[in-house]
């Protein structure tokens, strides 16, 4: 981490050219639940149209790391923030918090389909947002396209969401996602719930879909990240204990925990 | 796995095991005669109330539905005028308390800080706790002396010259007096209820809105309402049942009044209100009679409303699927 950091100082002298490379930079983050410290001083810079992978041990804070990129820890009480985090060099904190969430879309562990038909499910945010009704179901259809989710879909659109399967849900709310043109996608285990099948399409899309936008991803699976990132951060009891290219992490890792861990040592 | 559980009642004592068949079907027998028992005393009652009223039922026939009129010396009843006033007073409750008693739990659950949600909801609780006996004297002695010098006197004035409805006498006592009462007995059943169908609604679905970048108002109205909605749905019927029956809170402020009601303010009976209120003035057989022959119909409509009500859930959990 610190020698990625100095690396930035050495070959980038203005702050301009680093939010060109970077959309996504964090700086010093501590994160309180009440008198609980759940984050230490985390620092990370996100590479644009890059997959950056979080993994660790069960509590380790990577969710309640990416909870915080779209500002969603602000919905549950007593949760308290310090630090910088900048979305192409300017910090969240002064953004509006609806405008910063469509920019920033999430998906969630459970899948978490509205009570609505599935043409719904896309829609609804939309209408809300105020996106001219003609143009809605052509989003509606590119978004699901997207998701590689159209072509099981395009005869029953407005049947109920839950009639769908758990990995077609999760695509659905990746397309719902997608429809609001995020330019960061943050994903907080999105196959933990899903069998082999349903994990595969998901990470295939995943590599699509970074060519339009840049994917952070929490998974306690070590195999997925090695799969579908093109860098990883290693979190333990709050620490960001590595940050690195995904090759170097998984082949020559610098810290003794890191290496205990995708070893399956502990964890 | 699978050898486990295959292993696992050969290892036990051959008595021990005897002795859990045994106990076993001695509670198959309990639940089974404590399941009848239920289902006799509905018979029963039904079967009583059927007999009380087959006088009545001999004498009018289904005309005693469509016929006004309540003339207990010449024997001449009929009961459409309790039967529309129960479905109206059941109705303006029910839109009040409904309405009022949804936004309560949203407010508690979506917008109040967590340390207030609890004592917010047990004072909530509280009001279901009071007898609705009381609730007929706060209805009798406070609220029907205010209705009459303010607000009726007001809508008479102001609203009678322009609509029939409103164009009537500020009794006090009235359909207007029972439909208050009625609903706020109403409010902290729907509250409760509804309340814990909303705290069930998933966080990740909650969130999943707000990842979205949607306002709380479209999180709630959008995605947490319809989430709950059957649960909802079902304190609405709940508290439908106790609107149709309420008895004693909607006899003392009613007012009492044998003929259909033409203004909000008019006094009436509702089926159970007129039974309470006449019954120990009954003075021949077919009095009697007729009166039961009320109790029969108001247990007819409350069945065939649960029923009803019972099969609108379940289409509507059938078409989307989301149990609350």
């Known amino acids: ?267 | 796995m699978a050898t486990m559980v295959a292993e696992a009642p050969l290892t036990r004592p051959r008595e021990k095991k005897a002795r859990a068949g045994r106990g076993d079907r001695i509670y198959h027998i309990l639940i089974k005669a404590i399941v009848g028992m239920v289902l006799a005393i509905f018979a029963g009652v039904f079967t009583v109330v059927v007999i009380g009223a087959w006088p009545a039922v001999k004498r009018f026939g289904l005309g005693f539905l469509i016929h006004t009129g309540w003339d207990p010396v010449h024997l001449v009843f009929g009961a459409l005028p309790f039967i529309v006033g129960t479905i109206l007073v059941a109705l303006g409750a029910m839109i009040l308390a409904a309405g009022i008693g949804l936004m309560t739990a949203v407010c508690i659950t979506e917008l109040l800080p967590r340390w207030l949600q609890a004592p917010v909801t047990y004072l909530i609780e509280l009001l279901a706790f009071i007898p609705s006996v009381v609730y007929g004297l706060f209805g009798l002695l406070v609220l029907a002396p205010f209705l009459q010098d303010t607000v009726e006197v007001w809508i008479m004035e102001h609203l009678g010259p322009h609509f029939e409805v409103f164009n009537g006498a500020p009794y006090g006592v009235g359909y207007m007096s029972a439909i208050l009462i009625l609903a706020i007995m109403l409010l902290p059943l729907i509250v409760t209820l509804s309340r814990e169908a909303l705290v069930l609604v998933p966080r990740d679905v909650r969130e999943g809105g707000y990842a979205l970048g949607l306002q709380k108002w479209d999180v709630v109205w959008g995605i947490i309402v319809p989430y709950a909605r059957n649960g909802i749905l079902g304190s609405l019927v709940l508290a439908l049942g106790r609107a149709l029956g309420e008895t004693i809170a909607v006899a003392m402020t009613i007012g009492g009044g044998y003929s259909l009601p033409k203004t909000v303010m008019d006094q009436g009976y509702t089926l159970a209100s007129v039974i309470a209120n006449e019954f120990n003035e009954v003075s021949s057989d077919m009095y009697l009679s007729a009166l039961i022959y009320c109790g029969l119909i108001l247990l007819v409509i409350t069945v065939v409303v649960n029923i009803l009500a019972y099969f609108l859930i379940r289409r509507l959990s059938g078409a989307h699927g989301f149990k609350a």
């Open chain 1, 1 to 267: 981490m610190e020698v990625r950091d100095t690396d930035i100082l050495k070959s980038d002298q203005s702050a301009a050219s680093v939010d060109q490379a970077y959309k996504l930079r964090v700086k010093d983050l501590n994160f309180y639940y009440g008198a609980f410290q759940a984050l230490h001083g985390i620092s990370i810079n996100a590479e644009k149209n890059r997959v950056t992978a979080f993994i660790g041990p069960s509590g380790c804070g990577k969710s309640t790391f990416l909870r915080t990129l779209n500002r969603m820890h602000e919905e549950t009480p007593g949760a308290r923030v310090d630090g910088e985090v900048l979305l192409d060099g300017e910090s969240i904190f002064d953004r509006d918090i609806s405008e910063l969430r469509r920019s920033v879309g999430m998906v969630f562990q459970r899948s978490t389909p509205f009570p609505k038909s599935i043409f719904e499910n896309i829609a609804y945010g939309l209408r809300i947002r105020g996106v001219d009704r003609s143009s809605i179901s052509d989003l509606v259809e590119q978004s699901l396209k997207r998701a590689n989710l159209w072509e099981e879909v395009k005869h029953k659109l407005n049947k109920s969401a839950s009639s769908l399967s758990g990995g077609q849900q999760q695509r659905l709310c990746i397309a719902r996602a997608l429809a609001v043109n995020p330019e960061l996608l943050l994903l907080d285990e999105p196959c933990s719930a899903l069998d082999p099948i349903g994990t595969s399409k998901i990470e295939d899309l995943l590599l699509e879909i970074k060519e339009t936008c840049t994917i952070l991803i929490v998974t306690h699976n070590m195999q997925q990240a090695a799969r579908v990132s093109d860098y990883t951060g290693f979190f333990l009891s709050g620490k960001l204990i590595e940050f690195n290219d995904t090759k170097s992490m998984f082949e020559t890792p610098s810290s003794k925990l890191t290496e205990d861990y995708i070893t399956g040592r502990f964890g």
